[in-house]
């Protein structure tokens, strides 16, 4: 088959495969994308991951795309557009944690550095290059990420440190202990030494949980503003807001037991009291749309029925939302009340150094 450089390879989303049996004699860059439901968002990625290529001729690159069962053609395009990247396919929506370890069990055992993407960024010229030549120049830092832009060109407010009591400038370098998973390049022997992401984790934290265990670790990133990509945001989490949103409450307090346990009560305290807010305000809200869907064609003036219909169907369809996510908060209470009854315990992959290289071990609570 033929490579994004148009080298043959029989190993399917390998650019180069030149090594030693003992030894790399080349560097080997894992990419793993994790997509729902951006069929589109990540076609562009791909063409520009393809040109980064291009700029790194003595690197073997290895593309891997995890699937959280979109249903817009994500899959068909990948393999029939980009048969040079592998593919893995889920039945269901497993969420970023469980995802990413998919991928890297599949490209740890041959790679060096693994760079972790998500699937609404398009890749800066040159960014690829600058993040390999980094690394490779800087063997005491184990991952650095880059400089976020929204899609009109201006800077992304974005963290790359877990707390900072101060603002930090992304205009310049600078040590970074949140690399996140939007765009970063890690060393595989980070994950091989504190394992992959926490699975208790469904959407959010998950990056941050890693981070916290990197940090604890001793593990060094760096922030270098001149490797940049634009991120369009939040283009996967709107398909699924409604889970998201029932379980995230409990994901907060499990990552500050975790992490804070001093904190974890108020935490708790704090979130339930944030969903009852949450859950008051949208009884107002609903209170006042069935107030509106009242008087709607109750003597006002109107441009005729089809107008009142139009009228009634958004206001109905308003409430729709408003009766789902009461639903949801209902749920994420119960699901918050039960973690702080009954803690969850983690469930981390680890990676062991093998002859061969990393494998993934068995999932197990730490």
Known sequence: MTTFDGHKTADLGVVSSSRAADKPQVLRLAVVVVTYQTRELLREFLLSLRTEIQSLPGVAVTVLVVDN???DGTVNMVRT??????????????GPARAFNQGLAEVLPDADLVLL?????????????RMVEFL?????????CGRLYNPDGTPQVT?????????????????ATFPGTTFSMIRASAFARIGGFDETYYFYNEDLDWAERARKAGLRFEYIPDASVIHYGNQGRRHNVSRIRRELYRANLYYYRRHYPAIAPLAYVGQLLALRW??????????KLHVQRGTTGSGGRSDGATTEAAVASELASEAARWQQELADLEEAIERLREEYRNPTAPQIPTFEISTSGLRLAELTPE
Do not use: M
Not at 81 to 94: D, G, I, K
Not at 136 to 144: A, I, L, Y
């Open 69 to 71: 069962a979109s249903t």
């Open 278 to 287: 949450g859950q008051w305000l949208r009884r107002r809200w609903l209170e």
């Open 136 to 144: 490779s120049n800087h063997p005491e830092v184990d991952g650095c």
């Open 81 to 94: 557009e980009f048969p040079e990247v592998r593919v893995v396919a889920n039945a269901a929506n497993f």
């Open 159 to 175: 963290r790359t440190r877990i707390v900072s009591l101060w603002p930090v400038s992304k205009d310049k370098p600078h040590r």
């Open 117 to 129: 993407a998500n699937s609404d960024v398009y890749i800066h010229v040159g960014t690829l290059k």
